[in-house]
């Protein structure tokens, strides 16, 4: 563990020196990627000039819901998406993955923390602020055990992204291009910037067990804002180590049927 | 192109499946919306007629010239000498490149298209055949319209380097000032005026408003010299654009 955070950080301090050096890439990409939440606020916006609730939640808690989504997302980002998008675009097609193959530290991770993009936090104090917002105006006061709900699937809602990532990004140890099946974690944001009232129950049962992207957003929000039903928790904690278990197994079968390009 | 695809079915397959959910999400957000709403009609639009409209806009949305637009990337990795040696006319074909590969997209993404109408079918009302005659010539100026609009800010790499991060930010927000994400009758006050003088406007909104069939004849015609215009203007200013920059381009080593 220890390991992983001397390489995590020093990954980190090169990401930034490096990202120093191009200034105007930084803010393009930076607003590129907080353009996307601005508009699916402006739309929520919108949306709660023609009615005062969907599925059953206010414009605040929805509020709530999209910037919860966003901060994880955009964490993610930052952090692991450039890494484990190059893998499945590049470093299996070129053989750069036998230099993750050959260190002494775990490849799966190595590969997904080596390119952070540092920029992409930039825009988490903007989501940070339509949460506070929104927490604000809700009208009521949140109980401290919803809160501790909260953060524990948070954090679960991160891995669960994670996981729901690497399971889209392995088949590119058999398939060549496989760029739409990547971006399945990006456009199911789209997905995840409401509340699963809203989609019918058949739609509510897939994404909730087989595309688990509900457990990611609507879940920790409902127990943030709603009763922390404990088994919204239990589920949420199973399914985010039934995925993660799902794609270190997958990764590991995959790894098998790596054959070097280089060698 | 159509080999290409078909070569990489599994992508293929997903593409679809994701427009596919695109679609389905905006349909599920505003059947919630009518259903809890006492309003029939909300800012000119019916259920059906909003259901209508992002079906239009998800067809319009495969003409989408992001990723079929290459001279940012031939400019910026010189390949574009190699197009500057051979005996044609360079603009015209930064205007016909995409248009091919966005028919054959086109073409492709049909799978998709069928499967949304048949789960909304309920929910969309299709245009009589001359409306959609003229549905599908606002299309072209529209597409016309945002090539040239896009080529413009890809020539800036002559002279300011590679604009990837850039074209796709723009694109984000035209697509968004055009109406493609609601329309642009449902942003009140002077913003929604501002929006409805813009040329973004034309890009998804107007046409999508075309497939409704909510514009009279002239309404139509009016519509349409208003993109002629921007179509010209677009194409003095990518000409300008493109002239003076190649003043300032060095293909080393090709």
Redesign the interface.
């Known amino acids: 563990m220890k390991k992983f955070w001397r390489i995590t950080y020093i990954l980190y301090r090169n990401a930034v020196i490096r990202d120093l050096k191009i200034s105007i ?1 930084i803010i ?2 930076a ?2 990627h907080l ?2 939440g601005v ?1 699916s606020i ?2 929520i916006f ?2 709660y ?7 059953g939640w206010n414009i605040y808690e929805t509020l709530i819901l999209i910037s919860s989504m966003k901060i994880i997302t955009t964490i993610f980002s930052s952090w692991l998406k450039k890494g484990t998008g190059l893998f499945a675009e590049h470093m299996v097609r070129t053989g750069e993955y036998d230099f993750y193959l050959t260190k002494p530290f775990d490849p799966m991770i190595a590969v997904s923390i080596s390119k952070p993009r540092i920029y992409n936090l930039i825009n988490i104090p903007f989501y940070v602020y339509i949460f506070i917002y929104a927490i604000n105006h809700l009208g009521r006061s949140i109980p401290p055990v919803n809160i501790a709900c909260f953060f524990l699937l948070f954090i679960c809602a991160f891995l669960l992204f994670y996981a729901l990532r690497l399971i889209t990004v392995i ?1 590119a140890f058999w ?7 990547v ?2 974690t990006d ?2 944001q ?2 995840m910037k ?1 509340p699963a ?4 129950r058949t ?1 509510a049962i897939l994404l909730s067990t087989l595309l688990p992207i509900f457990a990611i957003s609507y879940l920790p929000v409902k127990v943030l804002l709603f009763e922390p039903r404990l088994e919204y928790i239990i589920y949420t904690i199973l399914i985010t180590g039934l995925f993660l278990l799902l794609a270190r197994l997958f990764w590991k079968f995959g790894e098998k049927h790596y054959g070097s390009a280089s060698s | 192109m159509l080999k290409t695809n078909w070569a ?1 079915s ?3 397959f ?2 679809q499946i ?1 427009d596919l ?2 679609f ?2 905006f349909f ?2 505003w ?3 009518y259903g ?2 006492n ?1 029939l009609i ?2 000119g639009y019916t259920l059906t007629g909003l259901i209508t409209y992002y079906f239009a806009t998800e067809f319009i949305f495969r003409f989408d010239v992001i990723g079929a637009i290459y001279l940012n990337w031939d400019i910026w990795d010189g390949t574009l000498t190699n197009w500057l040696i051979k005996p044609l006319r360079i603009t015209l074909l930064c205007i016909i490149d995409p248009i091919v590969e966005k028919t054959m997209s086109v073409i492709l993404a049909l799978p998709g298209f069928i499967a949304s109408y048949f789960i909304a079918r309920n929910y969309i009302d299709l245009p009589s055949l001359p409306n959609f005659g003229l549905f599908i010539i606002t299309l072209l100026l529209s597409f016309l319209l945002n090539i040239l609009f896009n080529l413009t800010f890809h020539a800036l790499c002559f002279k300011h380097g590679d604009q990837d ?2 074209i ?2 723009i694109n ?2 035209s697509w ?1 000032l055009a109406g493609g ?2 329309p642009l009758s ?3 006050g002077v913003l929604g005026q501002i929006l409805q003088i813009l040329p973004f406007k034309y890009l998804m909104f107007f046409p999508a408003n075309v497939f409704l069939g909510k514009y009279d004849p002239r309404e139509i015609i009016l519509g349409w010299i208003g993109m002629l215009i921007w179509i010209l203007i677009f194409y003095f200013i990518f000409k300008r654009v493109y002239r003076e920059g190649l003043k300032h381009y060095t293909g080393v080593g090709r």
């Open positions: 890439s393009t990409g607003l590129n353009m996307d508009v402006a739309l919108i949306v000039t023609k009615t005062d609730a969907i599925g088949p398939i060549i291009k496989s760029y739409e099946l971006s399945i456009r199911l789209n997905v409401y009232d809203i989609y019918p739609m | 990489y599994a992508n293929y997903f593409s994701l959910i695109f389905l999400t599920f957000l059947k919630g919306v809890n709403s309003e909300i800012s991060n850039n796709e930010l984000y927000i968004f994400f609601f449902f942003v009140p």
